[in-house]
């Protein structure tokens, strides 16, 4: 079967080629040093292009009659093309034209945001806090407020004022302290009142920077890839002079992407954070039937200043990956804190909170690239996993003569992209009465603290909360197809197989009978 990690392991190896043929073209521009910009070139190839690659992967290991050869040969995308064997890589026409066309309309867009900002906000004497990357929903901003104020990462709880990536909204100021905006660079620019001579200092460096863009694309046509390197470096370069960001935060969602001045501005005042809201990244699905080990490419590329995660175990892992800087390792990070007052559990029932993963629509499993992929997180592997955990509670149920509840908490609302046939099946045994659904924006901590027992999906997050609170819980493969590749906590065990459940949740609650 053909599976991430084989995906990945291939294309490592394309991008070890391809460094080679980025670096005998590429060259140091806008005081950045060739390294870097031959990192930030491969990091940006890596995001425009792993969909195509995956997808063209998964069509060859198909159809080769040979599995232990996937020498795929020459790859011609809409945007690139390029050799798996010699790594040569270009460009393709449509795709220079396209990059060249955006970035002339986002040059004079950005013209057209600073003129405003002569016009409007006022000369400011603090800086800010720019947030990318934190999904924010309706009805949970007061809880994310509270976490910046009082929660475990610095920055956020040090900020003067927070500029906030919106998701989900229009423009808002949402109190004194905190506004959210689609692009929060832009909404920077809007409140600093430029005067005449800033504008005109500052759009002489856009227009430097415009040429060298240019120059550079002509020199190295894959050099357009960086069109928003190029667009924001004017920018960048004027709020520093004025030290109006004080920090950036970004989040394991831009992983994969950090802009030029974001990380390497030279001479830069502001400090560049990642701060990762889950921990279930560096334990990806390594299977028995062939052993191979996932090498993420997006994590290699990773460059920032400091580092926020969960546990020093991970902390570790992005160490040895080469992600440069200083760590913290603050326990978990969910965008809200524990409550206040937890209510006193029920001891009258057994609950096993269940968190799963929402399989996705078959067509849109097909657009990212997994048409021929086998997907662990399919609709029949969720269906089996939620059936399983349900057998093992009525049969524990039946042994004891206690009720079981088991509860079902999603990680995010039900969307467009969500497989109908699962989110049936759940409303089903809803309907049943053999599931009860949380609302995903229940608070973790809360719902942990008043079960017995948690559940879920390999390697999902919140088991590592529950190791905090001390409730145990188990990573469950339903399949049998995994082999554990996990952070070992107090209280986390793996089960693999439906009978393995039984008796791991039996042994938990200290059942003897059944």
């Given at each position: 079967m053909f599976h991430d990690a084989i995906a990945f392991q291939l294309f490592v190896k394309l991008t070890n080629k391809l460094k080679t043929n980025i670096a005998s073209r590429s060259d140091s521009v806008m005081g950045y040093s060739k390294s870097i910009i031959e990192s930030r070139l491969l990091q940006e190839f890596s995001v425009l292009e792993m969909v195509n690659f995956k997808s063209c992967a998964g069509k060859h290991y198909k159809d080769s009659k040979n599995k232990d050869n996937l020498n795929i040969g020459c790859i011609k995308s809409s945007r690139f093309i390029y050799s798996t064997t010699t790594g040569e890589l270009s460009i393709t026409n449509s795709y220079l034209i396209k990059k060249i066309m955006r970035f002339i309309i986002h040059w004079h867009s950005i013209v057209f945001i600073c003129v405003r900002a002569i016009l409007s906000g006022s000369k400011l004497n603090k800086a800010f806090t720019l947030v990318y990357g934190v999904r924010v929903e309706d009805g949970m901003?007061?809880?994310?407020?509270?976490?910046?104020?009082?929660?475990?990462?610095?920055?956020?709880?040090?900020?003067?004022?927070?500029?906030?990536?919106?998701f989900t909204k229009?423009?808002?100021n949402y109190n004194d302290n905190t506004d959210y905006c689609h692009n929060p660079l832009h909404a920077l620019i809007l409140k600093n009142k430029l005067s005449f001579s800033d504008f005109i200092s500052f759009l002489l460096l856009h227009i430097k920077y415009a040429i060298l863009y240019f120059k550079s694309v002509s020199k190295y046509p894959l050099i357009v890839i960086l069109e928003d390197d190029f667009l924001y470096q004017a920018i960048a370069i004027s709020l520093n002079k004025k030290h109006l960001i004080k920090d950036i935060i970004i989040t394991n969602s831009n992983m994969s992407r950090q802009l030029l001045w974001m990380s390497n501005l030279p001479n830069?005042?502001?400090?560049?954070?990642?701060?990762?809201?889950?921990?279930?990244?560096?334990?990806?699905?390594?299977?028995k039937a062939d052993n191979i080990v996932i090498?993420?490419?997006?994590?290699?590329?990773i460059r920032v200043d400091e580092t926020w995660v969960w546990t020093k175990y991970f902390a570790n892992h992005l160490k040895n990956l080469g992600t440069p800087g200083i760590f913290h390792d603050i326990g978990p990070i969910l965008w809200y804190l524990p409550p206040k007052n937890v209510p006193i559990k029920n001891n009258n029932c057994i609950n096993i909170m269940v968190f799963d993963v929402v399989p996705k629509k078959r067509e849109i499993l097909d657009l990212?690239?997994?048409?021929?992929?086998?997907?662990?997180?399919?609709?029949?592997?969720?269906?089996?996993?939620?059936l399983d955990i349900i057998k093992v509670s009525n049969t524990l149920e039946k042994a004891v003569g206690v009720e079981f509840k088991v509860m079902l908490k999603n990680k995010r609302g039900r969307g467009e992209y969500d497989n109908l046939r699962y989110v049936d099946f759940i409303d089903n045994l809803v309907n049943k009465g053999e599931l009860i659904l949380l609302e995903?924006?229940?608070?973790?901590?809360?719902?942990?603290?008043?079960?017995?027992?948690?559940?879920?999906?390999?390697?999902?997050?919140?088991?590592?909360?529950?190791?905090?609170?001390?409730?145990?819980?188990?990573?469950?493969?339903?399949?049998?197809?995994?082999?554990?590749?996990?952070?070992?906590?107090?209280?986390?065990?793996?089960s693999s197989g439906k009978e393995s459940l039984f008796k791991d949740v039996k042994k938990l609650l200290n059942i003897k009978s059944g």
């Open positions: 901003y007061s809880e994310f407020d509270d976490f910046c104020k009082y929660g475990s990462v610095s920055p956020l709880r040090e900020s003067e004022h927070l500029i906030v990536e919106s229009t423009d808002f830069k005042t502001h400090t560049l954070h990642m701060v990762w809201y889950s921990q279930n990244a560096p334990f990806a699905f390594t299977y090498d993420e490419i997006g994590y290699r590329n990212i690239g997994y048409a021929d992929f086998y997907g662990y997180n399919s609709f029949e592997n969720m269906s089996k996993f939620i995903h924006t229940e608070n973790v901590y809360s719902i942990i603290s008043q079960s017995d027992v948690v559940v879920g999906s390999p390697y999902t997050s919140p088991l590592y909360v529950a190791s905090q609170i001390g409730v145990p819980s188990i990573f469950f493969d339903t399949t049998e197809k995994l082999i554990p590749v996990y952070e070992e906590a107090d209280n986390i065990m793996f």
